[in-house]
């Protein structure tokens, strides 16, 4: 018999009535106290609407097949202080870019992303999946410097950037929750990014991101 990683996360909740004890918690790489299921919803709430905002239902099918190279999910990971690291992940690669922003206001947020992106071979920089935060709200500012289409995922569905959300959970390791996200560098957060590149994961048959990233630019030359 096999127990799902899901039965034994929800026995633990259940046992201490949703909330795990501190003792506990010290064992989580992503050090939460509570959690939420896949189909948790806050459907009917009020929240920011962004202008023009296309739908991850219209996204292409090749995206979601993870069959083409270059497409992307994006998120900000939050720290202290009103702090955050923005997060992109490769959906073929699983190959990550971390970017350093100034504030989380969507003007500071997408000249961050356009001076990485910037960086990045067009072939490599398709299209950008990204959830409903305000940050994105001049997504067609990005749209029209970088070339790069934006598609937005329904209000609190992360399973729908599936990719970004496990890796934000990765990423956890080196910034606990209560960090102070501005003493990164860019040069640091290229680091770290590089230690997540290089480790080996079960998606891909236990080759790294990066070797998959490489393959990929191997063949689109």
């Known amino acids: 018999m096999w127990v ?37 919803t806050t459907a009917g709430q009020e929240r920011g609407r962004i202008r023009n905002a296309v739908s991850i239902r219209d996204r292409p099918v090749a995206i979601e ?31 990550t870019v971390l970017v350093q922003v ?14 990485q992106v910037s960086q990045l071979p067009e072939e490599l920089m398709a299209s950008l999946t990204w959830d409903r935060g ?32 496990n890796t934000n959970g990765l990423l956890r390791q080196y910034f606990p929750y209560g960090t102070d996200l501005s003493v990164f560098t860019q040069a640091k957060l290229d680091v770290i990014a590089q230690k997540l590149n290089d480790r080996p994961r ?16 191997a063949v689109t030359d």
């Open 134 to 165: 305000m940050e994105l709200a001049e997504h067609e500012a990005f749209s029209a410097r970088t070339g790069v289409p934006v598609y937005f995922c329904d209000p609190q569905s992360p399973w729908q950037r599936g990719s970004n959300e």
């Open 102 to 115: 100034a504030g989380k206001d969507s003007a500071s947020v997408i000249q961050a992303l356009v001076r």
């Open 4 to 40: 799902s990683h899901e039965t034994i996360y929800r026995s633990l909740f259940i046992q201490t009535r949703g909330v795990l004890q501190k003792a506990l918690i010290t064992h989580l790489r992503s050090k939460r106290t509570m959690r939420r299921g896949k189909h948790f």
């Open 202 to 217: 079960k998606a891909l048959g236990y080759s790294t991101p990066s070797m998959q990233f490489v393959r990929t630019v």
């Open 65 to 95: 097949a993870r069959a083409t190279v270059g497409h992307w999910e994006g998120d900000l990971i939050a720290g202290a202080r009103n702090t955050h690291v923005a997060t992109l992940v490769e959906r073929r690669s699983r190959f």
